[in-house]
């Protein structure tokens, strides 16, 4: 295979094939071994329920290459453990954390040519995923299932990196109250195409969702999570149980806390009370931290810290988290797996 010619410091976020995936079969009540295989093409049956029934989840996930060559990944047992409840939410058979990680290693090691070098701000995506396959009609769980984990090199998701973005509130809902809002799964993404769409045409990011039971909370910003920080100074971010539970969320809320010495609280946003912020914020492993300028809501637009410059708490965050992604800064116990 041929050495890929990657422009490394324009790359956003968009689908780019490389050399080899990890693809593991279920059959019989139990997984394969698994192999490396070059068809980027699934051959599934036409009646396999991912495709009629949204019987699937998937993990993202990110490779970052360190100043001395080495490779970190960032907490990849808290996705193994994510992908495992989002499958049980669905019916699907889990895997095992152990084989979740050594998947990924094979994957990232099978296409280091596609690892953006240290300093070019760009990482290798990886996207593990789990689908139900095979004959099937009905409304039930497939008789088989794919594991498979592919990888793409990105730059930020959020074109500007930390230039702030505006966002406008949805008044659609992207999960139901006791739904799949807390699961990894395409059918909440299925749902938010639409309001994403709708949010991008007025010339906003994304959108804002509020809790689907009284929509006066703040629950996501688009396929981030949301953080703020009041004026006097505290890490703030929603709870609720149709929020996607984050590992960047997790890992800013033990920063804020450990490494900044914020007092840190998750309790409701009320959208209507956007003023008790001083900076926000949306946060996931490919927004990294995308510093909210302002938040149309109806006919009010809130501005936080700046339209234009991001504010010196969400800065500190993300040198933070950056630097312990790429190695330079000293990581919390057992936060940096190393691939080689
Ligand atoms: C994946 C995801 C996030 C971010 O989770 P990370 O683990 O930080 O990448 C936030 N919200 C939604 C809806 C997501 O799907």
Redesign the pocket.
Known sequence: MSRPNIDWTTLGFSYLRTDLRFLSHWRDGAWDEGVLTGDNCLHISEGSAALHYGQQCFE?LKAYRCRDGSVNLFRPDRNAARLQRSCARLLMPTIPTERFLDACRQVVLANLDYLPPYGSGGALYLRPFVIGVGDNLGVHSAPEFLFSVFCVPVGAYFKGGLTPTNFVVSRYDRAAPNGTGAA?VGG?YAASLLPGREARERGFGDCIYLDPETHTRIE?VG???FFGITRDGHFVTPRSPSI?P????DSLLSLARERLGLEVEERDVFVDRLDEFVEAGA???AAVITPIGGIQNGDRFHVFHSETEVGPVTRRLYDELTGIQSGDVEAPGGWIVKVE
């Open positions: 993202g990894k909440n996501e396929s981030a999570n996607l984050g590992v960047t969320r946060c996931g492993t």
